[in-house]
């Protein structure tokens, strides 16, 4: 388990990194900010007593919705699994489970970025979006712009993230499909040598 001063050696100073955030909130990925408002409400806490009520509160929030994303999307970069926390986790846990988590995201070798791409068909591009929810919502109303608005259609995913269309006769996929990637990184690039 990382301790606080390994976890947080290379992080800013917390009013600046409080600043930051608030200052750039909307244009960073959801995870990213979910990742380091766990790391402020974590390192904020260290030097309140455990018996705080409100202080392990903020850490127990901020982790649970860190790890919720994080079981949703696969995006746990440690070994303590998001799966493994609950309301009832003991504060250590909690933040054994965050600094791991801020780690490995200011690590440069850490987790990659992913987005989630749309297609349809064998079109060529694809629309990148920040997360499987707005993926399939893009994909829903594209479909649903593209055939007659008055039809009724009945939508649901298949486990091979296809749009399919249970109204339709027959083979009832719709041609749009959602799937996340990981984005490159120079480190990833392969070059002759």
């Known amino acids: 388990m990382l301790d606080a001063q390994s976890a947080y050696s290379a992080a800013p100073d917390l009013y600046e990194e409080?600043?930051?955030l608030v200052r750039v909130m909307s244009q960073v990925p959801l995870r990213e900010r979910l990742v380091r408002r766990?790391?402020?409400a974590d390192r904020s806490t260290l030097a309140v007593p455990e018996a705080d009520g409100?202080?392990?509160q903020d850490v127990l929030s901020a982790a649970?919705?860190?790890a919720a994303h994080d079981r949703a999307h696969g995006t746990a970069a440690g070994p303590v699994a998001p799966g493994s926390l609950s309301s009832d986790s003991s504060l250590g846990e909690l933040r054994a489970y965050i600094r791991q988590e801020y780690a490995a995201w200011r690590s440069p070798a850490g987790p990659r970025?992913?987005?989630w791409l749309v297609v349809?068909?064998?079109?060529?591009g694809a629309v990148p979006c920040a997360d499987g929810a707005t993926a399939r919502a893009f994909a829903e109303a594209r479909y649903r712009e593209d055939e007659d608005p008055a039809e009724p259609a009945v939508l649901?995913?298949?486990g091979d993230g296809e749009l399919v269309?249970?109204?339709l006769p027959g083979y009832q996929g719709t041609g749009w499909t959602v799937r996340e990637v990981q984005v490159l990184r120079a480190a990833d690039v392969r070059t002759a040598g």
């Open 38 to 40: 766990a790391a402020l």
């Open 165 to 167: 269309d249970e109204t």
């Open 120 to 124: 349809r068909g064998e079109g060529p």
């Open 156 to 158: 649901r995913w298949d």
């Open 113 to 115: 970025l992913a987005v």
């Open 18 to 20: 409080h600043q930051e």
């Open 64 to 66: 649970l919705k860190l």
């Open 54 to 56: 409100k202080a392990s």
